[in-house]
């Protein structure tokens, strides 16, 4: 295990198996500090799981606006092609993906940025994902609501700050149902990861 310094006060994990690992990356962000045993990507092993064709980067939860300069640090970088925010579904139902996020300070009562669009539009293959999670067993649906909390928060801050090419990092949030288990919330992860970790290794490297 190395630790990289992606700026100042920004450290994160990476597997490092002696050479290089040049699989593109995803980050998994489980962003709500205080849910119990969401460590959702090692296995029994001890080590961090990754989708086939890629490499997990772990990012811990934080103060959210350090998380947010955390990742846009890691897709500044090159470090990852695609990011996975994890968090609660405080609406009930199944598992969903959250289709976009308006431009709301974390107080909710203004805007965050005066100058962005109203709302962002999630670039996460949601369509392929939710089809991949009912094929595994896991009721689940997209939304176009946005939920007024830390995950809506960082999913257009992430947007919002995208640069504009030619290759678009996949940005998507994941919300899990009240009451999933463990065993369910890492189901979904690891599938929810393994589809965007299919179409980034189509794209080609930095």
Not at 83 to 92: E, I, Q, Y
Not at 119 to 144: F, H, K, Y
Request: charged content about 25%; hydrophobic content about 45%; glycine content about 10%.
């Amino acid at each position: 295990m190395e630790f990289v310094g992606i700026g100042a006060g920004m450290i994160i994990e990476t597997e490092t198996p002696g050479r290089s690992d040049r699989r593109p990356g995803i980050a998994i962000c489980a962003y709500e500090a205080d849910a119990p045993g969401w460590d959702l990507v090692e296995d029994l092993s001890g080590e961090v799981w990754s989708p086939a064709g890629a490499r997990t980067l772990r990012i811990p939860a934080e103060d959210p606006d350090h998380l947010a300069r955390m990742i846009g640090g890691v897709l500044d970088s090159g470090d990852c092609r695609a990011v996975l925010l994890v968090g609660r579904n405080p609406k009930g139902g199944g598992f969903r993906m959250q289709m976009r996020a308006e431009n709301r300070a974390l107080d909710r009562k203004s805007r965050l940025s005066d100058t962005g669009p109203a709302v962002a539009r999630t670039t996460a293959p949601v369509a392929d994902i939710i089809r991949a999670l009912n094929e595994v067993g896991l009721a689940a649906d997209a939304s176009s609501d946005s939920v007024d909390d830390v995950g809506s928060y960082l999913l257009y801050r992430v947007l919002a700050d995208l640069p504009d090419e030619a290759h678009t990092p996949a940005v998507g949030l994941l919300r899990a149902p009240p009451g999933a288990d463990e065993a369910a919330v890492k189901k979904a992860v690891k599938t929810a990861a393994s589809v965007m970790a299919g179409q980034m290794a189509l794209l080609p490297r930095f």
